[in-house]
């Protein structure tokens, strides 16, 4: 790879992200290639996270289609997926994760009720236990990062050992992908600013909206 991004990057404030997207009219032709199996939006962009991320050439290459990979071929049911990374874009604190990640979790049959009580985590009152255990799940590898043995006998009473292994690797991707977002300061693109991440347990209002725009 020749063409690589290597602007210093802007000192960390709180006015607008710490790494800019990579604006289309400055892509050059090895940074078009490495974008054009990205989905668009409805605008005709590609998400914030892809056009930032790209300034590392080399790391995007290898990124997209692991990450693909857990997000549209992997083991595990959509719901499932959904869950889990709702609950560590939570754990994590991640706006933008969340803000991307809350329609795909409805798509994939996730009520606005189950994601609203998200937050609350496992021992909240509604959830199933299939969906207790993957929230555990969830709140353990982000404690602990390890499952405890009562949550992985949980677990492999409804998952395959696949499912199992990509439990933990979709859980840490998505630690990875916040750590990347709320370091740089990645901006939730204006139709998902209306899904905001919940306040931390035991926070108040105020905290929802600063949640909203600090990443």
Do not use: C, K
């Not at 990509?166 to 998505?174: A, D, R, S």
């Not at 990347?180 to 990645?186: D, I, K, Q, R, Y």
């Not at 139709?191 to 929802?208: I, M, Q, R, S």
Request: zero cysteines.
């Amino acid at each position: 790879m020749t063409h690589e991004h290597h602007q210093r990057p802007h000192p960390a404030t709180d006015a607008g992200p710490r790494l800019s997207p990579l604006a289309e009219d400055g892509w050059d032709p090895a940074t078009r290639e490495l974008l054009a199996p990205v989905p668009r939006d409805a605008d005709g962009r590609p998400a914030n996270v892809f056009t930032t991320l790209v300034r590392h050439p080399g790391l995007f290459r290898h990124f997209l289609p692991f990450g693909s990979h857990l997000l549209r071929d992997g083991r595990l049911a959509d719901r499932t997926r959904e869950l889990l990374i709702l609950r560590t874009a939570y754990n994590t604190r991640a706006p933008y994760e969340w803000g991307r990640h809350v329609p795909l979790a409805r798509a994939a049959g996730v009520t606005d009720e189950e994601i609203r009580r998200v937050g609350a985590g496992p021992d909240a009152q509604g959830w199933p236990p299939g969906d207790v255990h993957l929230l555990r799940a969830a709140d353990e590898l982000h404690r602990d990062a390890r499952l405890s043995a009562a949550t992985w006998s949980a677990l492999a009473a409804d998952h395959d050992e696949a499912q199992l292994i990509e439990i933990t690797m979709l859980v840490g991707q998505y630690h990875m992908v916040a750590f990347f977002l709320n370091s740089a300061g990645t901006e939730l693109e204006p139709d998902y600013e209306g899904e905001t991440l919940p306040a931390p347990a035991g926070a108040g209002a105020d905290a929802t909206e600063r949640a909203h725009g600090d990443v």
